[in-house]
């Protein structure tokens, strides 16, 4: 896709676009979970952690700060001051710090002898071997394992979780 890219005229590095280990654009792109539920997705759009996203993400949050007597949906919202902001306290931000190819690890710990459900039972028990590896004690950090390409790779993400998520701005119905 890069080269794609290249060809059609864009001037920044692809690490500058995507990378593992280090700061890239990857890392202003943050999922948006409701609780246990994917709301969306957004970006950074400042160095003090104000996120744009769209109006449906947010919108869960946007219900619950509502009243009869304070109809955000319908009249919108706008802190003028840090103090104004309305604190959204079932959201999180995760924020993609590493991804890393686990596939071998798998390959080596359960190989090919066993019977399908055999497998699955043993891979899901080194997912959750891995994942609390990875995780140690660190309350602000998520860690999942996908199985990718059909399920012949097994890809690890760690997450960088933010719960001091607050609603700044929220335009009025009529123009959301």
Same mark, same amino acid.
């Given at each position: 896709?890069?080269p ?9 590095d692809?690490? /500058?676009?995507y990378?593992?280990?280090? +700061? $890239? ?5 943050v999922?948006?979970? &409701? *609780?246990q539920?994917h709301?969306g997705?957004?970006?950074?759009v ?8 769209n109006?449906? /993400? ?5 219900a +619950? $700060?509502?009243s ?6 319908? &009249? *919108? ?9 309305i ?8 924020i ?5 190819d ?5 390959t080596?710990?359960?190989?090919d ?7 699955q039972?043993?891979?899901?028990k ?12 660190a309350a ?8 990718i390409?059909?399920g012949?790779?097994?890809?690890m993400s760690?997450?960088r979780?933010?719960?001091d998520v ?8 009529s123009?959301?």
């Amino acid at each position: 896709a890069y080269p794609q890219m290249k060809a059609q005229g864009i001037s920044v590095d692809a690490n /500058a676009i995507y990378h593992p280990d280090s +700061a $890239a654009m990857n890392r202003a792109i943050v999922r948006i979970n &409701d *609780g246990q539920t994917h709301t969306g997705s957004g970006s950074f759009v400042s160095d003090e952690g104000l996120i744009l996203t769209n109006y449906s /993400a947010a919108y869960p949050a946007i219900a +619950a $700060a509502s009243s009869e007597q304070k109809n955000l949906l319908k &009249d *919108g919202f706008y802190a003028g001051s840090s103090a104004e902001e309305i604190p959204a306290p079932d959201f999180r931000l995760y924020i993609l710090m590493e991804q890393k190819d686990v596939t071998d690890t798998f390959t080596n710990q359960i190989g090919d002898s066993l019977r399908y459900r055999q497998r699955q039972q043993r891979a899901q028990k080194l997912k959750k071997k891995l994942i609390s590896q990875r995780k140690s004690e660190a309350a602000n950090i998520a860690v999942t394992i996908n199985d990718i390409m059909g399920g012949n790779r097994q890809l690890m993400s760690v997450y960088r979780v933010l719960q001091d998520v607050r609603i700044v701005h929220v335009p009025p119905r009529s123009v959301a």
